[in-house]
């Protein structure tokens, strides 16, 4: 029995073989082809990003703390921030939302914002 490399399940019988790596099925597969992307890295430089991607643990506090400044002001929605669709009379709201944010972000003390901005980029 062998362990799929993207999703870790154990595979018995038929596997999809790409390069050095072996997936369960062609969905990890298709998925799985940013380990061979990856290869092309040095370890050490993967190692570090990983080791500054801030863990869930730290990021929602923060952003908690940030959702709850931005709910204070009534004049932002921060439920437009996730919309895939925003109406002409919401523009100036979502604009205004979107300022909101950064600025409630640049507020933050450097060490926190760095992991808040670390987060919301990943
Ligand atoms: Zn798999």
């Given at each position: 029995m062998a362990i799929c490399d993207f999703c870790g399940e154990s595979q018995r019988g038929g596997h999809v073989r790409v390069g050095r790596y072996r997936f369960c099925r062609q969905t990890c597969a298709d998925q799985g082809r940013i380990l061979q992307a990856l290869d092309a890295f040095p370890s050490s430089a993967i190692n570090s990003y990983v080791e500054k991607t801030p863990a869930d643990q730290q990021v929602n506090p923060l952003l908690a703390r940030l959702a709850s400044k931005l709910k204070s002001?009534?004049?932002?929605?921060?439920?437009?921030?996730?919309?895939?669709e925003v109406k002409p009379e919401r523009y100036s709201t979502y604009c205004l939302t979107w300022i909101s944010m950064w600025t409630a972000v640049l507020d933050f003390p450097r060490k926190d914002r760095e992991i808040l901005l670390r987060a919301l980029y990943r």
């Open positions: 002001d009534s004049r932002v929605d921060v439920s437009l921030l996730n919309s895939d």
